[in-house]
Each structure stands twice: as structure tokens, then as C-alpha cells.
């Protein structure tokens, strides 16, 4: 099944910690609430670790600094009425205005992509 990924990086004026407080805090619940109206079956956020840690990866390899955080978008897989399309692009309307408010969009890759699963040794259980 395809998915959407959207690599982040803040807008300048805020530091990391700000950065993901808003976006976990403020985005994350705003993504939720229009949940529905946009038929999302998972929404999951990665938050990067201290920069210091990241400059450290980022220097063996000879890569670039990390992003802020990267969002994963799934869907379901499902077919929508005018109406459900309609309430769609408003939700999606409204959460890029939001986006605006933190996220360097011209500098945070967004594409879709298909999952190949190579290797699950374990299960995760989250809290």
C-alpha cells in the first residue's frame, strides 16, 4: 500500500523543541480532528533526535544535516462521493495553512511511497 511521507524542517525562527512541541501538540490534534473527512487510517510522527547526535550521523556519512521530523500519512482504501471529496480538500486546506505556521515547506520533501518489507524480527508495542 502506497503512503504519503513529508520530511520536515522548521522554520527558521524556531528551535527544534518549539518546532516539534507545535507540531505534536497543535498539528498532531488538528490532523485527528479531520481525520475522517480525509479517510486517514494512520497518521505517525517522527521527532528527531538533539542535533548533536544528528551532526555526529550526519559527518561519518558525509550527509546532510537531518530533518526536523518526518510525517507518515496512510489512507483508506476507499472510494469517495463528491461530498467526502469536498470535505477532504477542506481539511487539507486547513492543515497547510497550519503547516505554514511552522514547517519550511520549500525546504520539506513531501512524496509518496510503497512500502517493501525486507526484515521483522519483533513486534513493537507502543504505549
Not at 108 to 122: G, K, N
Request: hydrophobic share 45%; glycine share 4%.
Amino acid at each position: 500500500m502506497a503512503h504519503l511521507m513529508f520530511c520536515l524542517r522548521r522554520l527558521p525562527h524556531l528551535t527544534r523543541e518549539q518546532f516539534q512541541d507545535y507540531w505534536r501538540n497543535v498539528h498532531g490534534p488538528l490532523v485527528r480532528s479531520h481525520a475522517e473527512a480525509m479517510g486517514l487510517s494512520a497518521y505517525v510522527q517522527s521527532h528527531s533526535l538533539p542535533e548533536a547526535t544528528q551532526t555526529r550521523l550526519a559527518q561519518v556519512r558525509g550527509s546532510p544535516l537531518a530533518f526536523d521530523g518526518i510525517a507518515q500519512l496512510w489512507w483508506h482504501d476507499r472510494v469517495l462521493t463528491p461530498e467526502q471529496k469536498d470535505a477532504a480538500r477542506r481539511a487539507n486546506a486547513e492543515l497547510l495553512e497550519d503547516e505554514r505556521k511552522f514547517i519550511d515547506l520549500a525546504a520539506s520533501p513531501i512524496f509518496l511511497v510503497e512500502d517493501h518489507e525486507i526484515l521483522r524480527l519483533f513486534t513493537e508495542t507502543r504505549a
